[in-house]
T-cell receptor, first 112, second 114 residues
Framework: DAKTTQPTSMDCAEGRAANLPCNHS???????VYWYRQIHSQGPQYIIH???NNETNEMASLIITEDRKSSTLILPHATLRDTAVYYC?????????????FGKGTRLSVIA | DTGVSQDPRHKITKRGQNVTFRCDPI?????LYWYRQTLGQGPEFLTY????????KSRLLSDRFSAERPKGSFSTLEIQRTEQGDSAMYLC????????????FGPGTRLTVL
């Protein structure tokens, strides 16, 4: 079973920041937080991952709370093409054979 | 485009027929994963290869399913005697390994069993 809890759906106005929350209260010290998204009828797309520090790349920022029990994915300027299902996943470090365990994710709708 | 390719993209078959899907991972990636996704659900893990060795299988992988990665490069997933419940998107992912082992997914093969 997925070790994360996410809202089922969210809306965001185009051009505004989209903030997607994720709860992972049972995360252990050696588990990373990964974010993927899946645009309709495509394979999941890797976005970002982190262990305990905040991370930023060209797609998004990942903010992890100090106690690591929750995180937020931030899309700074959402566009219509960011409409997708966003999955938050926790995965153990140093165990490369561990599969990703997906929940149902958050369906983000970016509205013009 | 992640560099992971899958073929075919769509497959329609009749119940009881056998089907085979192919996945070509990113060339230097030694790990390859198969997942299955049904409508409204997130992807579910099926099996995993490290080079040519199949190291893990999910309980979802019934005896009718077999996967191979003969030379540690491309992989095939075969479903024998297909059932309507096998209708799903079959996803392949590959990774380089290492501490964070990010998996990159292909576009998937959508199977419809009539």
């Amino acid at each position: 079973d997925a070790k994360t809890t996410q809202p089922t759906s969210m809306d965001c106005a185009e051009g505004r920041a989209a903030n997607l929350p994720c709860n992972h209260s049972t995360i252990s010290g050696n588990e990373y937080v990964y974010w993927y998204r899946q645009i309709h009828s495509q394979g999941p797309q890797y976005i970002i991952h982190g262990l305990k520090n905040n991370e930023t790349n060209e797609m998004a920022s990942l903010i992890i709370t100090e106690d690591r029990k929750s995180s937020t994915l931030i899309l700074p300027h959402a566009t219509l093409r960011d409409t997708a299902v966003y999955y938050c996943i926790v995965r153990e470090l140093n165990s490369g054979n561990t599969p990703l365990v997906f929940g149902k994710g958050t369906r983000l709708s970016v509205i013009a | 485009d992640t560099g992971v390719s899958q073929d075919p993209r769509h497959k329609i078959t009749k119940r009881g027929q056998n089907v085979t899907f192919r996945c070509d991972p990113i060339s230097e990636h030694n790990r390859l994963y198969w997942y299955r996704q049904t409508l409204g659900q997130g992807p579910e893990f099926l099996t995993y290869f490290q080079n040519e060795a199949q190291l893990e299988k999910s309980r979802l992988l019934s005896d009718r399913f077999s996967a191979e990665r003969p030379k540690g490069s491309f992989s095939t997933l075969e479903i024998q005697r297909t059932e309507q419940g096998d209708s799903a998107m079959y996803l392949c992912a590959s990774s380089l390994g290492g501490n964070s082992d990010t998996q990159y997914f292909g576009p998937g093969t959508r199977l419809t069993v009539l």
